[in-house]
């Protein structure tokens, strides 16, 4: 599997393999983020899931690969590098794939964070109806014109902002366009991991987590309303909840004086 892989700092260090989320590559995850944690004396490893970026690319809407694949890529990854374990910090679908690794790898993850994702379960607050919308809506887009394509992810970021006082369109807009220049198939990126099969929900499975796990949601998060990080906070054993005021799906740089000193202490 062909995978495209940076890292920060040394490799000596605890490693961290940071995992974001549908539709999204390594670069989600911002240069000034992974150099502030690798300045806290962590190796950390970004990564393309497939379908985004420079790693292998399929036919829009045919994606032949499930979400447990996509775990076996971030296990795989571990392998490459010749880690035993890592700590795995994961975003939305990436807060999936770094649960399934913990449950179904257990030795191979020495901690988790959490960040904007669910455990799933009808109980939950539902995604906006924006968002699917959105979502449903990416199949009919043009994906030969590089400017509707860049507006087409930016009102997609700007949904999942929630109305977040955090979201800077200049700076999203000019983060896309690095992203759309480098990646083999742009209209699979924003389509196919919203196809994938996600397989059986792992929530009845969270009280078989046993490593020490961080939960960071913010209280503005459309997709994934502040309910779902309550119920991995009570299901997880253990589990401890970083609240972000005023915050939504994102991670943007207002909060990294927070989370960034919260990973690094969570991955001692």
């Known amino acids: 599997m062909r995978l495209c892989v940076e890292t920060f700092g040394d490799a000596a260090d605890p490693a961290i393999l940071l995992v974001h989320g549908a539709s999204a590559s390594m670069l989600a995850w911002a240069d000034d983020f992974c150099e502030r944690l690798a300045a806290g004396s962590r190796f950390v490893i970004r990564y393309d899931h497939r379908d985004t970026g420079r790693s292998v690319s399929y036919q829009p809407g045919a994606p032949p690969y499930t979400l447990r694949e996509l775990t076996a890529d971030a296990v795989g990854l571990l392998d490459a590098f010749g880690l035993e374990h890592a700590h795995l910090v994961g975003t939305s679908m990436g807060g999936g794939i770094v649960m399934l690794a913990a449950l179904d790898h257990p030795d191979r993850v020495a901690s988790l964070t959490l960040v904007a994702t669910s455990p799933g379960g009808p109980d939950l ?3 906006s109806e924006e968002f699917l919308a959105h979502v449903g809506g990416a199949r009919r887009s043009d994906w030969s014109d590089r400017a509707a394509v860049i507006d ?3 009102d997609f970021l700007r949904l999942l902002s929630g109305g977040s006082p955090h979201f800077d369109q200049a700076a999203a807009r000019d983060e896309i366009g690095r992203d759309v220049d480098r990646t ?9 991991h919203f196809t994938i099969d996600p397989g059986d929900p792992v929530r009845d499975r969270l009280g078989e987590i046993r490593v020490p796990t961080l939960v960071v949601h913010g209280t503005l998060d459309p997709v994934f309303p502040l309910g779902h990080a309550l119920a991995m906070e009570k299901e997880i054993p253990g589990a401890r909840l970083l609240t972000l005021e005023r915050t939504s799906h994102e991670l943007p740089p207002a909060v990294w004086d927070v989370v960034v000193p919260a990973i690094v202490q969570h991955t001692r």
């Not at 083999?184 to 990126?189: G, P, Q």
Request: net charge neutral; proline share 13%.
């Open 184 to 192: 083999v198939n742009i209209a699979s990126s924003q389509i196919n």
């Open 125 to 127: 607050p539902p995604m």
């Open 152 to 154: 087409h992810i930016v």
